[in-house]
Structure formats: structure tokens, C-alpha cells
């Protein structure tokens, strides 16, 4: 079956620092979305993107938050300067469509110390 | 806000036995709903998916929804220890654009031989 890949797996920075979360979507894929989970907490929607925009995003998705695309595979998740509170397994999901079923990403561990 | 509710659990069944997990949500209008299966450290995992009032089998698991209750449960049959895991309620919010999910808190499942 297909996978959404997603990279690295953990990534470790310093509070302030910007970090880059990135992610292969299965290539036929038109839906991407990125998720969250604090340690212990629920899976929480921050964004979802379509046709080369964001088309929904959540409250925690702020300003210091942003989604690209910039080729035709990649779709990376940016946070400008990380705080302690952004520790959390960071999920990548696509779908082909609307209703159909969503495929996550294995996650990336980002630890903010 | 959209509410999904689970009884965190943790559920402890003997194998073999019947694991029954519940879940209820509160945005009167949901259409889908979706069990996902997480091993702990890894992504969630569809396992079953319902749009209709009433049972849905798929194997050993079984879905059960009444709008009207606003409920949704899920049964695994013959319980194996590899089914021990935490189980994700999720409903799909009605959004123009996607697929955006609301998770429950999870029940952990404890299977022991």
C-alpha cells in the first residue's frame, strides 16, 4: 500500500529556533493535512491544504506557523521560533478526495528543549 | 467546539473475550465517524469507518452508530494481546474544503493471554 512518508523522524531544537517538518503525500493525492499530539493528549487538527492553499487551519495554527508546497511531492510544515508548548508528535495526512479515507504519516517527535 | 468523548480506559479484556468501546459526540449534524487503532509512539490507523445508522462488521470488529443517541461503539471479537492498543473515536467535521477530523481522547485496550 502506499505510504505518506514523513521526515525526519525526531527532531530536537532549541526554544526559538525554527524547524521544518517534512513530508511526502502519496502522489495522486489532492488533500494534505497536518496533526498533531502532545504526549499523553489527543490527535488535534492545525491545517489542511488544497489546490496550493490553505483551506482550513485550527487556532492552534498561528502566525508562527506555515505550510508549502514547493514542488509537486513535498509539503513541509514550518514553525518560525518554537516554544516548549510545540512538543508533540507532529502527523502528515492526505486523501485523494472528499470522504475518502485519510493516510497518515508515521510522525516526526519534535522535542523542544 | 466539536466534543468527541472516550472513556480513557484502560479496558482490560482476557483474550478470546469480546473488548466493547464507546464513544459519543456532540455536534448533532456528524455524518462520518471512524475508529482508528494507535500503537503506542506510532500513527493512528483507520480500522473501520461508518455513515449509517446501525451495525457494520469487518471481520473481527464491528461498528455500531445511532445518531439519535449521538453514539458510536466498536466491537472486537476474539480479543488477541495485538489488539492492545488505544482506540481513536474520530468524527469528521462537516468543512467545505476536507476532511477535518476530531479525535477523542483514545481508549487504551488491554488484551492479556
Known amino acids: 500500500e502506499p505510504e505518506v512518508t514523513q521526515t525526519p523522524s525526531h527532531q530536537v531544537t532549541q526554544m526559538g529556533q525554527e524547524v521544518i517538518l517534512r513530508c511526502v503525500p502519496i502522489?495522486?493525492?489532492?488533500?494534505f493535512y497536518w496533526y498533531r499530539q502532545i504526549l499523553g493528549q489527543k490527535v488535534e487538527f492545525l491545517v489542511s491544504f488544497y489546490n496550493n492553499e490553505i483551506s482550513e487551519k485550527s487556532e492552534i495554527f498561528d502566525d508562527q506557523f506555515s505550510v508549502e508546497r514547493p514542488d509537486g511531492s513535498n509539503f513541509t510544515l514550518k514553525i518560525r521560533s518554537t516554544k516548549l508548548e510545540d512538543s508533540a508528535m507532529y502527523f502528515c495526512?492526505?486523501?485523494?478526495?472528499?470522504?475518502?479515507?485519510?493516510?497518515f504519516g508515521s510522525g516526526t517527535q519534535l522535542s523542544v528543549l | 467546539q466539536k466534543e468527541v468523548e472516550q472513556n480513557s480506559g484502560p479496558l482490560s479484556v482476557p483474550e478470546g473475550a469480546i473488548a466493547s468501546l464507546n464513544c459519543t459526540y456532540s455536534?448533532?449534524?456528524?455524518?462520518?465517524f471512524f475508529w482508528y487503532r494507535q500503537y503506542s509512539g506510532k500513527s493512528p490507523e483507520l480500522i473501520m469507518s461508518i455513515y449509517s445508522n446501525g451495525d457494520k462488521e469487518d471481520g473481527r470488529f464491528t461498528a455500531q452508530l445511532n445518531k439519535a443517541s449521538q453514539y458510536v461503539s466498536l466491537l472486537i471479537r476474539d480479543s488477541q494481546p495485538s489488539d492492545s492498543a488505544t482506540y481513536l473515536c474520530?468524527?469528521?467535521?462537516?468543512?467545505?474544503?476536507?476532511?477535518?477530523?476530531?479525535f477523542g481522547a483514545g481508549t487504551i485496550l488491554r488484551v492479556k493471554s
Open positions: 474520530a468524527v469528521k467535521e462537516r468543512t467545505e474544503y476536507g476532511n477535518k477530523l476530531v
Open positions: 495526512a492526505s486523501n485523494p478526495g472528499l470522504g475518502e479515507k485519510l493516510f
Open positions: 502522489s495522486n493525492h489532492l488533500y
Open positions: 455536534d448533532r449534524v456528524s455524518q462520518s
